[in-house]
């Protein structure tokens, strides 16, 4: 099994309520990223 260091930056994309325009986009990639890899880890 690999270990795995998540920078505290994805959590905080993950959950943020800012509605900019760069906030929402990365929400949307970080939620992506999780849908697709998460069951990897």
């Known amino acids: ?3 795995i ?3 505290t930056t ?3 994309f993950y959950y943020t309520s ?3 325009i760069q ?3 990365r929400k949307e ?3 992506e990223w999780w849908n697709k890899y ?3 880890y």
């Open 1 to 3: 099994m690999t270990d």
């Open 5 to 7: 260091y998540i920078e």
């Open 10 to 12: 994805i959590p905080s």
């Open 18 to 20: 800012r509605t900019d």
């Open 23 to 25: 906030s929402v986009a």
């Open 29 to 31: 990639w970080t939620h």
């Open 38 to 40: 998460a069951s990897l």
